[in-house]
């Protein structure tokens, strides 16, 4: 199969990409900047200031105890669905893929209310769990739970079609010669997708890292306790604390920007691999 | 077969909850036998999740509707200032998913058919807006589209407002829902036989021909789950929106802002009779995609 991509000779198609390169310069690039020099407009006395407040420092630690309890559930969670649904071929398999797939569908700010309503003292379990002294809504167990929802998908869908593509000879290989259910995913299956599922970690870390209106409805927004960095940026910009506002914007513009160089040298990975089938199993 | 058959007979299974009776049940749960271990941990944990973590929150929201009266429920969802952020979600969705599918169209084409400097660049910045949070992105976009802004002055000459108003909420919108569409179309263009195209032009097609004939009816699929995608996702979306659209009621308050709002007031019925509506429209926009995608995918 030949691969279409070629040097643009004509004019129509040196038109086509000028206006593309207008348009992510417009869309993609000028925001990236504005953040940068918003941040940094005020001197670096006054960001440095500003990365130093507590309610900075605070946020920022809410933040990754978010991302990094986030993470490693879904990852345990995506392996196991991924798993399931292209190893074995029962009764609501299909199921099972599309109601994994109602996160995505799902509004952000209905799905935090669904949360508030199940844990929330208007609910049997939240006032169960308001007698016992246990509060999860507006405190930042609420904000794992929701960011937890928010996040199941994706590595579950990364896994499944690279799971269904490698199909199952190797690990039943594996199963004939005498290996166990733990033997042959830890020396099989894991070896075969552990970048897919790198990948997946890197992806579920930033939507982990950036949810908003989920987050927004269970956390009350208490200063210095419920607010990660994504609330904080808009509770700054509402108080008209811009500069702040912006060094906090520039924080996450800086982890997004980390995510999109993982992820694009995983994904020169993942081409070189393919590239060369014989690595594949060295790797 | 002789695997199946060894495992039928003794199980060499080291799982210890995975007994000779569920082999029995295979007659009608299995669809084919299942060969290797772990079935019983792997669909008892993820089925497990799916109840805990996705289902039970959503049918309580349901249920808790449920025990509403209906003339209360028609009440807080007929609003008129619910149904003014009805019109106001829908609009915005609609202008930005169509511009959005150009764009992302434009973007996917020139970084999978041409070879340019900043090719790669491009191709990585689409993600941007997936990682950047939505609260980043909205407070962004408002900052450079104000009337003093880098381009809000560009529109000022014209006496055209776009933050804090209308349009606000489309742009917000456009830049959430890009990466969706170049995602989907990208791998379709990717994996297009140029041999498909030549053999168009040695049979005397001319370019438009070969695009409108050849080309287009095979992205077709990939352009529908993309617009689908970012149509459903400018419904809910609510960060960057909330932050550039002024949120004027009866003018730019979308659908999850309203419930928001209910939320603030403590009117937990109105809100959670809002969130059915919202919930139950974008989970027949997924049944519906999920449908169009199996026709198209079963004729492919």
Known sequence: MAKAIKQPRETHQWLLIGLGIVMTILLLVLPLVLIFTQAFSGGLELLWANLNEDYMKHALGLTILAAVLTV???LVFGILLAWCVTHYDFFGRRLLVTL????????PVVAG?????VYGLEGTIGKWLYAKDVQLMFAWPGIIMVTVFVTAPYIARILMPLMQKQGTEEEIAALSLGATGWQIFWRVTLPNIKWALLYGAVITNARAVGE???????????MNQTLTLPLLVEQLNNDYKTAAAFTAAALLACMALLTLVLKTAMEWRQERREAEPDEVHMG | MFLQNRFAVTPHCPEPLNPAHIVNLSLRFFRSTPILPGFSMSFGFSTLYISLVILLPISALLLYVSGMSWDQYWFAITDARVLQSYKVTIQGAF?????????GFLLAWIVTRYDFPGRRLIDSLVDLPFALPTSVAGITLSALFIPSGWLGQWFEIFGIKISYAFPGIVVAMIFTSLPFIVRSVQPVLEDMEKELEEAALMLGANKWQIFWRVILPT??????????????????EFGAVIMIAGNIPFETEVTSLMLFVRLQEYNYPAAAAIASVVLLASLILLFLLQVVQGRFFKKA
């Open chain 1, 72 to 74: 490693p559930i879904n």
């Open chain 1, 100 to 107: 994994v797939e109602i996160p995505y569908a799902t509004s």
């Open chain 1, 113 to 117: 209310f669904c949360y508030l309503v």
């Open chain 1, 212 to 222: 908003f209106g989920a987050v927004a409805v269970v956390s009350g927004t208490i």
């Open chain 2, 95 to 103: 202008y930005s998913t169509i511009i959005v599918t150009f764009i």
């Open chain 2, 219 to 236: 992205l077709i699929p990939a352009l529908i789950t993309g617009s689908s995608q970012a149509f459903i996702r400018s419904l809910g």
